[in-house]
Each structure stands twice: as C-alpha cells, then as structure tokens.
C-alpha cells in the first residue's frame, strides 16, 4: 500500500506564488510517475503535471510556463511550484502516484488564489 500526503496549499493573491509538496511512503516501486491534478469548483479532476522517477515531465497546456514539476526519489516527494497564479487556478490539489498500473491518491490540498 502507499500512502500520499500533500502539504502546502493555502491562500494566494492573483499573480502570486505557490508550492506544495506530496509526500510517499509504503510499498513504493520503481518505475513510478508521481503527479498533480486538481479539481475546481463545479469541475472535474483534471491533469497539472506529472513527472516520471527519470524526470521526464508532462504538463497540462493551462499551466505551461506558470508551473514547475519536480521530485526529489531519495526522499519520495514531488512538487509542484505555481507561479503567476489566477483565480481560476482555485482547486484542491491531489498528488497522484502510478506504478505498475495502479494508481495512488493524496487527499488533496486546497489552493485559492483571490482576485
């Protein structure tokens, strides 16, 4: 089992910066992707980022040039640094994990990001 806790979330102003962190422990195995999705008010969950154990990243289109992925394996963290940030980037946050087909949730964090 693994278990996934984010940290980090909080309130922002508009055009401000932000990071949170997920923390994984348990039965982690290698390859993984480790990642963020968020879901908005009235919205589905949708993609941020993710990034594999070799650092290969993959960003929704909306957060390119505003968001940053990153993961540290020794410590089993990833990351995410948001900059520039928008109302409508207002959502809990839930880091995700992927091994082996299967798929691992945080509770999530929420962010808001007042106008």
């Known amino acids: 089992q693994v278990q996934l806790v984010e940290s980090g979330g909080g309130l922002v102003q508009a055009g401000g910066s932000l990071r949170v962190s997920c923390a994984a422990s348990g039965n982690i195995f290698l390859p993984n992707t480790m990642g963020w999705f968020r879901q908005g008010p009235g919205n589905g969950r949708e993609l941020v980022a993710t990034m594999t154990d070799l650092g290969r990243t993959n960003y929704a289109e909306p957060m390119k040039g505003r968001f940053t992925i990153s993961r540290d394996n020794a410590k089993n963290t990833v990351y995410l640094e948001m900059s520039s940030l928008k109302p409508e980037d207002t959502a809990v946050y839930f880091c995700?994990?992927?091994?082996?087909?299967?798929?691992?949730w945080g509770k999530g964090t929420r962010v808001t990001v007042s106008s």
């Open positions: 995700n994990l992927m091994s082996f087909g299967r798929n691992y």
